[in-house]
């Protein structure tokens, strides 16, 4: 029996804790444990985010084991190697199958019900192989997909229209990388078309902004790591809001990363698009609308990760 109130984090590296600070804050946990191949850094983690809790709701939040996870409702992978500037998430491939390899079959040891959250890139093609390394159900394990890049292209175009980003309807779906695609088609403000509300702020030019928006989207991460050397603010953000979902089973639809199993299709590959989120990992995944345009650029980004999937030997369960 899981505890909802309970979740795990396993890599305490910028993403993991930083992910662990924001689900700390979010006061909705009653117990956090962190496990990370350097014991000290899971511990001076723990400390350094108790330390907070005056300032939030009461938890308990320590150091442990895979022992420690047996009645985790939640346990969320970061545990992998950076991306490094100029490298993309897709050439992590194989150093984090690798990692991945040696943390799964040590958690389902322990707990066979928990939801995997899966968020180390690239976490299309890790969720995938965690899912066969694991032998748990589809809905069970999920990537934190495009969770942030919907976040991103919110926030860019709220900036654009100078309105505030929770009233931007737009997502973005597939890979989360470099062959992603923006679903223009059905992006609105607050159920006003987009173009039309473009206009009405007196923005004419629309294919030339999206083409803009998308592409600082798409390459925030580059941006970002050339100068900082690392995200992590962002996706512990997003780590938060899909943790909320699934411990207080929201229902609410996010574009996380799933095994799509003929929807779209694609057959048995995990990528990113809007699904139904709850206590039961992702619910119902749902096959939106898209124009041909986008369904043909949905393809690619299909084959892209396909081929990357069939170059991997995941011995599954």
């Known amino acids: 029996m899981v505890n909802m109130q309970k979740a795990a984090v396993i890599g305490c590296g910028f993403v993991g804790s930083s992910s662990a600070f924001a689900m700390m804050r979010t006061g909705i946990f009653s117990e956090l444990v962190l496990l990370d191949v350097n014991r000290g850094r899971a511990e001076g983690e723990a400390m350094d985010i108790a330390h907070g809790l005056p300032f939030s709701r009461p938890m308990k939040i320590y150091a442990g084991d895979y022992s420690d996870l047996a009645d985790c409702a939640l346990i969320v992978i970061t545990a992998g190697a950076n991306q490094k500037p100029g490298e993309t998430r897709l050439d992590l491939v194989r150093k984090n199958v690798a990692i991945l390899g040696s943390i799964i079959p040590q958690i389902v040891a322990y707990n066979r019900e928990a939801i995997l959250l899966i968020v180390s890139n690239p976490v299309d093609i890790l969720t995938w192989a965690a899912q066969k390394l694991s032998g748990l159900p589809a809905q069970q394990v999920i990537g934190s997909g495009t969770v942030l890049d919907t976040a991103r292209l919110k926030y860019l175009l709220g900036e654009h229209l100078r309105v505030d980003s929770r009233s931007v309807h737009a997502v973005i779906i597939g890979e989360h990388g470099d062959s992603e695609l923006a679903v223009w088609s059905g ?110 650029a949905f393809q690619r980004s299909a084959k892209t990760l396909h081929e990357v999937a069939e170059s991997l030997e995941i011995s599954g369960k």
């Not at 929807?263 to 609308?289: F, H, N, T």
Request: hydrophobic residues 40%; charged residues 30%; glycine residues 8%.
């Open 187 to 296: 992006a609105n403000i607050s159920g006003v078309d987009l173009d039309h509300f473009c206009e009405l702020r007196g923005f004419i030019d629309h294919r030339e902004n999206m083409e803009r928006i998308y592409k600082d989207v798409r390459d925030s991460a580059y941006e970002i790591i050339e100068r900082k050397g690392a995200t992590y603010y962002g996706i512990a953000a997003a780590v938060a809001r899909i943790s909320q979902c699934i411990v207080r089973d929201e229902h609410s639809i996010l574009p996380v990363s799933v095994n799509l199993q003929g929807l779209y299709g694609v057959e048995d590959l995990c990528m990113s698009v809007p699904a139904v989120v709850g206590r039961d990992g992702a619910e119902k995944v749902l096959e939106i609308q898209l124009s041909p345009e986008e369904r043909e």
